[in-house]
């Protein structure tokens, strides 16, 4: 029997239509949630994300301003303008969209943006409470994907639980929010020896790498929960994830297709972690 899929995009609906309710709560105490987005350079990919960003705020009154410079931005320049922002007290969450241009110091960066602010969850303070097992701010593709194991009800506790990747971004911080649910949990890397012989274990199997085709049915334990977050583009212009899709499909239980999966639900969460930050 195939997969049935988890429908990113109307799990993403739901998640807005409730943070409109919660952002209509907001303003009735006077407090009208801002997110200031920073650019730098003409990456297209992160131009559509933050489009994507920019129109889910919108759709739930969120105030969102995007603040562009060009990829010969110094450091300097930058900084300036996010410690502006973490000035600025209407503006709630910044987020800094990465991949920064070289020769920009990312880490550097990043630590500019107040805490309270950090909407992406990547400030040091934020991993680390994210370490301790809890935060304010989770990242927002693993909280995204958190939300989908429990929109189709996985049970985590003792499950075997295994992230293909380990950025700081994505597999880092999904292996803490499933370590933080009980599940036993196993990080896969490019320098893991066999890497289906991992994957075949898993109930829950993420995968966060960047490479199309990367896991494919054999690879997968009848009835796992698979999702993918890979985001990659074909030679004639498709989206594909990092698992095989058609291959994929008929030995899963649920699957994420991409686009349509994770991708939604990581707008959505940083929609959520906006309106936390508002105080909402
Ligand atoms: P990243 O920083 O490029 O890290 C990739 C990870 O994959 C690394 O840890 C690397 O291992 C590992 N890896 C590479 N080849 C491997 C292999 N053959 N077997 C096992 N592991 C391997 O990746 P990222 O930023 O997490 O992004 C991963 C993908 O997700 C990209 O396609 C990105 O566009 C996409 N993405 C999607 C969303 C979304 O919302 N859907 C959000 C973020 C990212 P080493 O550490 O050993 O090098």
């Not at 500019?112 to 935060?135: M, P, Q, Y």
């Not at 075997?160 to 896969?188: E, F, H, I, Y």
């Not at 796992?224 to 004639?236: E, F, M, P, Q």
Request: charged letters at 20%.
């Amino acid at each position: 029997m195939a997969a049935r899929r988890i429908d990113g995009k109307a799990l993403a609906d739901t998640v807005l239509e409730e943070c409109r309710t919660r952002v209509e709560a907001l303003a009735a105490r006077g407090v009208h949630p801002g997110l200031a987005v920073i650019l730098v350079g003409n990456n297209p990919a992160s131009r559509a994300y933050i489009g994507n960003k920019v129109k889910a705020c919108g759709r739930v009154g969120v105030r969102s301003v995007v603040h562009e410079f060009p990829d010969t931005a110094t450091q300097a320049e930058v900084a300036d303008r996010i410690r502006e922002l973490n000035a600025d007290p209407s503006i709630h969450g910044i987020l800094v969209q990465l991949p920064l241009p070289h020769p920009l110091d990312e880490a550097a960066l990043l630590a500019e943006v107040s805490a309270e602010k950090d909407v992406d969850g990547f400030h040091v303070v934020n991993r680390g409470d994210l370490l301790g097992g809890h935060t304010r701010f989770p990242p927002c593709t693993p909280a995204g994907m958190m939300r989908m194991l429990d929109s189709v009800g996985t049970p985590l506790r003792g499950c075997q639980a295994v992230v293909v990747g380990r950025s700081n971004t994505v597999g880092k911080p999904m292996a803490l929010l499933l370590l933080g649910r009980d599940a036993t949990v196993t990080v896969c890397t490019s320098k893991t020896v066999d890497l289906a012989e991992q994957t075949r274990r898993a109930d829950v199997l993420v995968v966060a790498v960047g490479r199309p085709g990367l896991v494919t049915g054999d690879m997968i334990k009848p009835g796992a929960v698979v999702l993918d977050v890979g985001i990659n583009r074909t030679a004639d212009g498709r989206l594909v994830g990092d698992v095989d899709f058609a291959s994929a499909e008929p030995v899963a239980g649920w699957i994420t297709p991409v686009p349509g999966g994770v991708g939604p639900m990581t707008v959505a969460m940083l929609v959520v972690n906006t309106l936390a930050a508002a105080g909402g």
